[in-house]
Every structure is written in C-alpha cells, then in structure tokens.
C-alpha cells in the first residue's frame, strides 16, 4: 500500500491497443501520481477482452486530523473493459464508458493514450486544482513532451487564419516559457481532464470549436 491521496471525482481511462510496448510504464506512472483516480478504466481496443474486470487496490492516505493519527485506507478500482471496433480515441473513451461501472462522485475524467504517460507524480493533482480554480471550463489540456520528458510538442492551439496555430516549435525544450498561458481554442485529448458536464452535452469528442463558439473556457494547464 502506498501514502498517497485519492482524487473520488476523478476517473481515469487509458485506452489501449494491440502494441502495448509502452502501456506498463504509462500504467506505473499513473499508479505513483501523488492524487490518485478513485477509478482507473482500461479500455481495451485490442478485442481481447470479451467480459468486464474488476479489481482494487487499497491506499494508504494522509489522516485529515491535524495532530496526525492513523491513515486512512481508502481504495481504487480498477477495471478493465472492451472497446473493440474504436477507430479513434474519442469512440474509444465512449465504448469503454458504455461497459465501465462509475461511481457517482466522479465528476470527471482524466483521458491517457497507452503511450501518454505522466511525466511526473504531480500531473493529476495539477489538473484538479485548475479545475478548482475554473470550474466552469469545458476541458483541461496537458503540455506535451516527448516520451523522454525533453522536447516540447504542445501547449493547446490558437485560432488565426482560417486555422488552428501552435505557438510551439516541435521538440523546442520546454523551459516553462508558455505555462502562464490558459485559455486557448482547442487542446490535445491526451492528458485531458475531461469533465462528465462536458461530455454529457457533447455529442462525441469532436467538441472544441462548437464551445468556444458558445463562450466555454478551453483551458492549458503547465503540466505534462
């Protein structure tokens, strides 16, 4: 068991396929996050998985009381469930929701491609708190790097010119040179806090020019 907390509005969801070369390590990165989901979905695009599974682990976390006390053990669900047939990103969160089993106080999801690992233990904590800080934005994007936590690929894109424009150079090394910015007109999925609200009013994934046309806030957080 390890000391860490347990986000219970968060559930996160990794869709994987048949190359799995770097599910594992993304798997691990997700497990040692300082604010863990309450519940990590695993949507399997592969066909493997024909029937639903479910697991849990327990977690030790920091006792609330100020004069310290015992941890509390709280738990995090894991469960594995089909997505076959996706053929993108977006049908494949959608196809594993439909078998997914969600608590009620998850009120968001924190959406990793197999090979989108958290480059460290304070990502999902990151993206909670600037969702507290904006509640009303439609989505939460991540900075992209690469797989080696070096080059930078992304910090959401802007609208000019009849198109969307990024403000980086691919692979430029991120020297925190674009973290002060946030609104933006459109993030990368991966990464993404996604809140349920947001969904629910989306007919697929395929949502960002529709918000901020209708005044919704597309934010880019600082991490990755």
Known sequence: MHRQDVE????????????????????????KQRVLPSVLVIADCS??????????????????????GFPHVRTLQIQVVRAKGATSFGA??????????LPEQVKALWLLHDDSRPRDPECLDTLVQAWRNAPGASILGAKQVGWD???????????????TVSLVVDGEPDQEQ?????DVFA??????????????????????????????????????
């Open 8 to 31: 219970e509005s968060v559930a996160a969801v990794i869709a994987v396929g048949e190359d799995m070369q770097y599910f594992d390590r993304t798997v691990q990165a997700v497990l």
């Open 178 to 182: 674009y973290d002060a910015r946030q």
């Open 92 to 101: 494949a969160i959608e196809k594993a929701l439909a078998y997914a089993n």
């Open 149 to 163: 936590g070096e080059g930078l690929h992304g910090v959401g894109k802007y609208s000019g010119r009849h198109q």
């Open 187 to 224: 993030v990368s999925l991966a990464g993404a806090l996604l809140p349920l609200s947001t969904l629910k009013k989306a007919l697929r994934y395929r949502f960002m020019v529709r918000k901020l046309r209708g005044g919704h806030r597309l934010l880019q957080t600082c991490l990755s």
């Open 47 to 68: 066909g493997q998985t024909t029937e639903p599974l479910y697991s849990a682990i327990e977690v030790l976390t920091p006792s609330t009381t100020h004069k310290g």
